[in-house]
Nanobody, 126 residues
């Protein structure tokens, strides 16, 4: 069982940056594909970014490509999401997610993940 805890959310202005962190416990996340999703109240949970088990491959939603960067440190059992040039439409609760996978990693549906954090709020004012 993997427990995930996000941190780093907050209130920022458009154009600012934020770095979200996801700390895993219970077992090592080596061998796990890790993703970030976000959700606005009343809407479906939306894929943001995913990283493969080694950190060598990443995939992003078009809406964040070029502005967000996902990374991981397997030694520290953490995953991060660096968010630059934030826009008001990036406002959402951001969730860290994981699933065991040594091969494929382009999992962009929330239903493909087994483990979730509790979420951290990101609010971007205009």
């Amino acid at each position: 069982q993997v427990q995930l805890v996000e941190s780093g959310g907050g209130l920022v202005q458009a154009g600012d940056s934020l770095r979200l962190s996801c700390a895993a416990s219970g077992r090592t996340i080596t061998g796990y594909t890790m993703g970030w999703f976000r959700q606005v109240s009343g809407k479906e949970r939306e894929f943001v970014a995913v990283i493969n088990w080694s950190g060598g491959s990443t995939y992003y939603a078009d809406s964040v490509k070029g502005r967000f960067t996902i990374s991981r440190d397997n030694a520290k059992n953490t995953v991060a999401l660096q968010m630059n040039s934030l826009k008001p439409e990036d406002t959402a609760v951001y969730y860290c997610a994981g699933r065991r996978s040594w091969n494929s990693f382009r999992y962009s549906s929330q239903y493909e993940y087994d483990y979730w954090g509790q979420g951290t709020q990101v609010t971007v004012s205009s």
